[in-house]
């Protein structure tokens, strides 16, 4: 399952030289995934409210190839690449038109809004992600 999603890079998401601040991709990827959700009729709100769950990274590898800058338009493409009994597993990769800037793999944990435990994915939500 796939998803693309494109940023604006804003004076506020570099540093002096007009560099993107390594930790900016990470927010970058955080909204990606969001949208992913969100596409698929998926609402974090109503996740947390209506489900009791939460979706928390827990683990992240990123592989930064090649600097964004100010004013560039971004595109993040987001792959879910495996769902288990409380994981998700995703490839996110940015690219600036045809250039690879970013590689990241990313582990997302379901977990229970009050214990903060992991929990299963509800079936209901893993067979849209399984479409």
């Given at each position: ?42 609402m974090?709100?109503?996740?947390r ?65 009050s ?11 893993v ?5």
């Open positions: 399952m796939k998803f693309d999603w494109s940023v604006q890079v804003y004076w506020e998401d570099t540093d002096a030289g007009g560099v993107v601040y390594h930790s900016q991709y990470l927010n970058f990827m955080e909204r990606a995934r969001t949208e992913f959700l969100r596409s698929l009729g998926l974090q709100t109503t996740l409210d209506d489900l009791g769950i939460l979706f928390v990274v827990r683990d992240i590898q990123i592989r930064f190839k090649k600097p964004a800058k100010f004013d560039d338009q971004l595109n993040v493409k987001t792959q879910l690449v495996s769902v288990g009994r409380s994981l998700l597993a995703f490839e996110q990769n940015i690219y600036r038109g045809d250039e690879h800037l970013i590689a990241a793999k990313v582990d997302v944990v379901c977990i229970g809004s214990s903060f435990k992991p929990v299963s994915i509800p079936e209901t939500m067979c849209l992600l399984k479409l």
